[in-house]
């Protein structure tokens, strides 16, 4: 898997400067809020936050620190599905999508144990998804991606219908981040 390829595809569907009034994660630049910005060290304004820092960003917070690369060995196409719901939502959400999903899928723990729903990418998640591709396969992989897109789906509309202001993203996300 060529996580760099990923994190360009979101980096040209982010696009430059956008500072949204009802985004309540403020100005960002190639996707990156001023607050991840803020914490990964960079002080200048926004609008000029280089290409090269976002990219550094992505692969750091988005990618390696939630442990996508080690999913990505195990199955390429959850792993990538993983980043882009951490990038739109926070890698433990992503996370905790795949564990309730292994879960559901475990045939009442005759799989594999149920994993406790700690949003955390260890080693009983990592047995637990191995265990679910060795039994599955790639058909198994693409199951656990259906199931985290119809999770996301939920969670966007629940978002929208919270939040009212939410619905001038909702569109985009179904349309962009589904699927």
Do not use: C
Not at 166 to 173: H, K, M, Q, S, V
Request: no cysteine.
């Amino acid at each position: 898997m060529q996580v760099d390829s990923l994190i360009e595809e979101v980096i040209a569907r982010e696009g430059g400067f956008v500072d949204h009034k009802a985004d309540r994660g403020g100005a960002t630049r190639w996707g990156i809020t001023e607050a991840v910005a803020r914490a990964e060290g960079y002080a200048g304004p926004m609008r000029s936050l280089p290409r090269q820092a976002a990219h550094a960003i992505y692969r750091r917070r988005y990618w390696a620190a939630p442990g996508f690369d080690k999913v990505a060995e195990r199955a390429p196409m959850l792993a990538a599905e993983l980043f882009d719901t951490g990038v739109n939502m926070g890698p433990a959400v992503g996370i905790g999508f795949m564990q309730r999903a292994l879960n559901a899928l475990n045939r009442g723990a005759s799989d594999y144990p149920d994993l406790v729903l700690d949003s955390v990418i260890g080693p009983a998640t990592l047995a637990a998804l191995d265990a679910f591709v060795k039994l599955r396969g790639k058909a198994g992989e693409q199951v656990l991606v259906h199931a985290i897109n119809a999770l996301q789906g939920e969670r966007y509309l629940a978002l929208a219908e919270r939040r009212p202001a939410n619905e001038a993203f909702l569109y985009g996300w179904l349309a962009n981040r589904i699927g």
